[in-house]
């Protein structure tokens, strides 16, 4: 395992129905291996972004072998996502913003019959034209009546469990949902439920409302999603 990955506890518990593995790092690692295809696919670009990249791949191969298999090459698959292992659902997430920077990966044994999704992201101010883009006006709402000083985390909350739940989602229909396709329900109170909200057909593919978890700690947001086709 590379020096500097830790198995995480706290996300495992996000996953509260499935087994799972799950490593982070608190920094980026920038001399983490890569396999020669990894390395091929990422070699041009910036220095951050490889970094990123080669944790996250880190991260998801400890996740892997804790999980008592052989991490070999993870390649870039369709849509983006990492071309998991035959029987393994996994998610990778990277953050780096205002002095903070987090990797973490997560991955269970499946067959074929859910997907997992994790997301964290730092708890910041977002431009009004990228919030009106993520949270719905339902949500919005719901946002308003809190108290002034819970919002911009609020807003983060609904924009990691929708990613959460895009990159679990993707696993299962390779397919594409916007941000406006699924909505936060209760964000005021304990509840932690995602409900469509409308009739996108790639979502009757899938066991829905979803419940997410989330963590909230050191100015992250950490969101787990696990989702099942209907
Ligand atoms: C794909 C997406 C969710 C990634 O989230 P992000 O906050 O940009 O970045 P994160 O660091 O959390 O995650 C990046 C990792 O996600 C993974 N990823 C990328 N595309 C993916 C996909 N289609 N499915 C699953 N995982 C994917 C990759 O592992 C990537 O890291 P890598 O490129 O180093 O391997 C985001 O870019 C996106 O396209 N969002 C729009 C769709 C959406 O969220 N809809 C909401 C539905 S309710």
Redesign the pocket.
């Known amino acids: 395992m590379v020096t500097g990955v830790f198995r995480s506890d706290a996300i495992e518990s996000l996953f509260p129905e499935v087994e799972t593995a799950a490593f982070e790092s608190p920094e980026m690692l920038p001399d983490a291996p890569l396999f020669p295809e990894e390395q091929a696919f990422i070699g041009n670009a910036v220095v951050g972004r490889r970094a990123?990249?080669a944790t996250?791949?880190a991260c998801a191969r400890a996740a892997i072998e804790a999980l008592g298999l052989t991490a070999g090459s993870i390649p870039?698959g369709?849509?983006?996502?990492?071309d998991w292992p035959e029987g393994i659902t996994a998610?990778?997430?990277?953050?780096r913003r205002e002095g903070r920077e987090y990797v973490a990966a997560v991955a269970a044994k499946t067959d074929g019959s859910f997907g997992i999704?994790?997301?964290?992201?730092v708890i910041q101010t977002l431009k009004d034209g990228v919030r009106t883009m993520i949270v719905t006006e339902a949500e919005q709402s719901e946002i308003d009546a809190l108290d002034p000083g819970l919002h911009n985390e609020a807003v983060i909350r609904v924009f990691s469990a929708?990613?959460a739940?895009?990159?679990a989602?993707?696993?299962l229909t390779s397919s594409?949902?916007?941000?406006g396709?699924?909505a936060l329900t209760g964000l005021s109170g304990a509840a932690t439920t995602?409900v469509p909200t409308g009739s996108l057909a790639v979502l009757k593919q899938l066991s829905l409302p979803v419940d997410y978890h989330q963590i909230l700690s050191n100015g992250l947001v950490v969101s787990g999603v696990t989702v099942r086709r209907s």
């Open positions: 990123e990249f996250g791949r870039v369709n849509g983006r996502m990492p998610a990778i997430t990277h953050t999704g994790l997301d964290a992201e929708k990613e739940f895009y990159k989602q993707y696993a594409w949902v916007g941000f396709d699924m995602l």
